[in-house]
């Protein structure tokens, strides 16, 4: 193993010079302002303290970019990690006490030492068995639980901490008439100032200018309302050493929380770097990114930071401008830390109500309203596996409703693979000549040859498939009266166990009727395979072939030859001495 895989940034730091340093430094500041108004949405979103949002965006990214593999990802805190981590937490503690404090930086502590133990085992690919629909299923209904936990703030109506998706719209429709006009203005305001702004010029830190003009509001209508809550002056410095909680108790009740926090945080990562390396030509190494945001997480929950994951905003924005290296990230991160200490006074003037604006043009944001089009419109599978994720993400726990999601998917699939296509081919019609075609009979209507059955199968010979093939051999021996099976084998990919289990018993069915099955076309892989178990022995050397005019004429051999003179339709070269 290379020095490189335990301190991947000496490769990158090859990378640096002059120029790359003039390009991250740009995209660093750029970074910097963007994260500034999205941590303290995030951190708010937690249901912590505005400053640990701040904190997570020094850190964090500071760490994932030294030992992670993409040179455009920007590690934080984001909007899902924020709203998995408060519902989390809430389970265990009320929101604003020390006790959740306290849960929060060990639930981050522990998404670390899952994703780094991820990382480790190079489980890389393990992130493969989340679709996209999924995790554009889950976001969308993040999303709309992240809104709904902000309505109180935006319209003043009393609702009590913790209650579930149906109670808090229940609760907001039963108190309308408290609602207090002067908060909506002011989220309003925050918002239409955002969006103009980013119309202008999306360049622009859009989010801050927003709370800008929020605030502005909330100062002049503060005369006429006195109800206008302020989110507090953050304090102006470096993130303070904080321990996670390493009790038994605290563990075992986190442990699996945690598990679903470094599942999304992966994902997330992942889906993010794989986005922009296919725009930068940048190969991504799936297991080091787990390292990466497994050591980031681990040492930030040294650092009063909660648990953060790529951003998708932060990661194009840094990209689209003009970042070389990881080393924009780390910059962005130092940036931070100096806007920090020059305008952290300046929060305590600032109202909830702006930040529940920006957090609901966050929470807009998030939902991918074309892909979800797309994914309704392309199928009832992928249409199942998006309802059914984003239905559970409003209505039960969001680690269940992402492990449900990835379970609908993969059953469906399996449900796919059980039934393979098996086509029936017979041989084109032709002059002679040793090159066999063959044809599927629903493409072309051609005669088939009353003793020798030939179908292909498109798909992988398993355990979930062996059902579906069996009842395909027992129409072709009990209907049609036929021995001889011949199987066009290009389209197997694999044979497991159970499926070559199935074929040799069904082999040795059919040579005791003077039958057989046969093969032709294997893939090399899928041969070496049958040649290195007891398949290929099993099953017997003559019965797989090359080629289709070789296989033909071998089991020409032994067709009933009685049958052969009676027959008309003459399929085959043999058939015509």
């Given amino acids: 193993m290379s020095i490189y895989s335990f301190f991947p940034f000496l490769k990158w730091f090859k990378l ?6 003039k390009a991250d430094i740009f995209a660093g500041l750029t970074g910097a302002v963007i994260v500034l108004p999205q941590g303290v949405a995030f951190a708010t979103i937690a249901g912590l303290p505005p400053e640990y949002g701040l904190y997570t965006a020094m850190i964090t990214p500071i760490i994932a970019a030294l030992f992670g593999s993409s040179h455009h990802l920007v590690s934080g805190p984001t909007t899902a990690i924020s709203i998995v981590m408060f519902l989390a937490i809430s389970n265990h503690a009320e929101s604003g006490t020390p006790e959740f404090l306290s849960l929060a930086i060990t639930l981050t502590f522990l998404t670390g030492l899952y994703q780094l133990a991820f990382g480790l085992a190079k489980l890389g690919s393990l992130i493969n068995f989340v679709s996209h629909t999924v995790v554009t299923a889950f976001t969308a209904g993040a999303a ?33 008439d408290q609602t207090n006009i002067f908060l909506l203005i002011i989220a309003a305001i925050t918002m239409i100032t955002a969006i103009v702004c980013k119309k202008i010029n999306p360049r622009l ?84 990114e787990f390292i990466g945001q497994g050591m980031s997480n681990l040492v930030g929950s040294f650092f009063s930071c909660y648990a953060g994951s790529g951003s998708f905003t932060r990661s194009g924005v840094n990209y689209e401008a003009g970042a070389k290296t990881p080393l924009s990230a780390i910059l962005a991160a130092v940036f931070l830390v100096l806007i920090v ?35 309704i419109a392309f199928g009832r599978s992928e249409a199942a596996i998006l309802l059914i994720t984003f239905f559970a993400t409003l209505f039960l726990e969001l680690e269940i409703a992402i492990y449900l999601g990835v379970i609908t998917s993969l059953v469906l699939f399996l449900a796919k693979t059980s039934t393979p296509n ?62 001889h099976i011949l199987i066009e084998s290009s389209g197997i990919n694999f044979i497991d166990l159970a499926g070559a289990e199935m ?29 290195n178990s007891n398949f290929f022995k099993q099953i017997g050397e003559e019965h797989y072939f090359d080629s289709k005019s070789e296989a033909i004429k071998v089991i020409y051999r032994d067709l009933n030859k009685d049958k052969c003179a009676q027959c008309k339709l003459k399929i085959f070269d043999e058939c015509n001495p």
């Fill in 503 to 531: 074929l040799i018993s069904e082999n040795k069915r059919l040579m005791k009727q003077g039958g057989g099955l046969y093969f032709v076309g294997l893939k090399q892989s899928v041969y070496e395979a049958a040649v």
């Fill in 205 to 288: 830190p859009y989010l801050l200018l927003g709370m800008v003009a929020g605030s502005i509001a909330a100062l002049f209508l503060s005369k006429f309302n006195t109800e206008i809550k302020l989110v507090g002056e953050i304090p102006a410095g470096l993130p303070p050493l904080s321990l996670p909680d390493f009790s038994f108790t605290t563990i075992k009740s986190l442990a699996p929380e945690a598990f679903a926090v470094a599942l999304l945080g992966l994902i997330e990562a992942v889906s993010i770097s794989r986005s922009i390396s296919s725009k930068s030509d940048q190969r991504v190494d799936s297991s080091q």
């Fill in 422 to 483: 098996v086509p029936v081919l017979s041989i084109d019609e032709g002059p002679k000549n040793t090159h066999r075609k063959f044809i599927d009979i629903k493409d072309k209507s051609l005669p088939e040859c009353p003793q020798l059955k030939i179908i292909r199968i498109d798909m992988s010979v398993y355990f979930g498939s062996v059902n579906h093939i069996l009842k395909v051999f027992g129409r072709i021996e009990l209907k049609e009266n036929i021995n």
């Fill in 144 to 176: 709309i639980l992240i809104a709904t936990s902000q309505m109180k703030h935006i319209t003043g109506i009393f609702v009590p901490k913790g209650e579930s998706f149906i109670h808090t719209w229940f609760g907001l429709f039963n108190g309308v």
């Fill in 341 to 375: 200490l020059l305008v952290a006074p300046l929060t305590a003037y600032l109202p909830i109500a702006a930040m529940g604006g920006v957090v609901l043009l966050v929470a807009y944001n998030l939902i991918d309203f074309s892909h979800i089009k797309e994914t």
């Fill in 16 to 21: 640096i010079n002059s120029e790359t340093i």
